[in-house]
């Protein structure tokens, strides 16, 4: 089963536009970790954010926040005020505390910025 | 500071050859880890290492898929009689210390199998 569901395949903002990207996750465990990873098109995995499962805390960085809702089971991500650079994939991930070195990856939300 | 390398960065190969890729992690990262992955879709999960020790591994794993983490610094991942199903891109992450980090990834192998 999919623990990790990013529903939305493809976001197409025009610059400066605000974007959401939805992830809803599954667990069992009451430890976990949830993180969000950038995907430029060179490719290579850019560490964004991780949240633990105690700490629903949100958090603003810039123009990236994040919303983490238990009840829900989601940990949304936003993008202020958009740019091109931000043109990338974006992954979605978790990692359960029993299996803590494990990444469960979404399929992850092509984003891309027009000027 | 270098990040995570990994090396070839492409390699084509020929339906039933033998490839082999390596990765240099972060230096003195404890953990590193392989995944798997396919066009349109996120990493999956393939191994890890602690140090030396291989600790975990996918059942995405066949026999046909070896990795090794001699003297716990670089690994390799060895892929054996290769199939057109392998072609992907093979990615190689590491995290510090004995608890859960981040995982930090490096460019990543893409194998084509033609």
């Known amino acids: 089963a999919q623990k990790v569901t990013q529903a939305q395949t493809e976001i197409s903002v025009v610059e400066k536009e605000d974007v959401t990207l939805d992830c809803v996750y599954e667990?069992?465990?009451?430890?976990?970790?949830l993180f969000w990873y950038k995907q430029p098109p060179s490719g290579e995995l850019v560490f964004l954010i991780r949240?633990?499962?105690?700490?629903?805390q949100n958090e603003i960085s810039g123009r990236y926040s994040w919303n983490f809702q238990k009840s829900t089971s989601s940990f949304n991500f936003t993008i202020t005020a958009s740019q091109v650079v931000d043109s990338a994939v974006y992954f979605c991930?978790?990692?359960?505390?029993?299996?803590?070195?494990?990444?469960?990856f979404g399929a992850g939300t092509t984003v891309t910025v027009r000027a | 500071d270098t990040g995570v390398s990994q090396d070839p960065r492409h390699k084509i190969t020929k339906r039933g050859q033998n490839v082999t890729f390596r990765c240099d992690p972060i230096?003195?990262?404890?953990?590193l880890y392989w995944y798997r992955q396919t066009l349109g879709q996120g990493p999956e999960f393939l191994t890890y290492f602690q140090n030396e020790a291989q600790l975990e591994k996918s059942r995405l794993l066949s026999d046909r898929f070896s990795a090794e983490r001699p003297k716990g610094s670089f690994s390799t991942l060895e892929i054996q009689r290769t199939e057109q199903g392998d072609s992907a891109m093979y990615l190689c992450?590491?995290?510090?210390?004995?608890?859960?980090?981040?995982?930090?990834f490096g460019p990543g192998t893409r194998l084509t199998v033609l």
């Open positions: 992450a590491s995290s510090p210390g004995d608890f859960y980090n981040e995982q930090f």
């Open positions: 667990t069992r465990d009451t430890t976990y970790y």
């Open positions: 949240r633990n499962s105690f700490d629903e």
């Open positions: 230096s003195e990262h404890n953990r």
């Open positions: 991930a978790l990692s359960e505390g029993r299996n803590d070195y494990k990444l469960s």
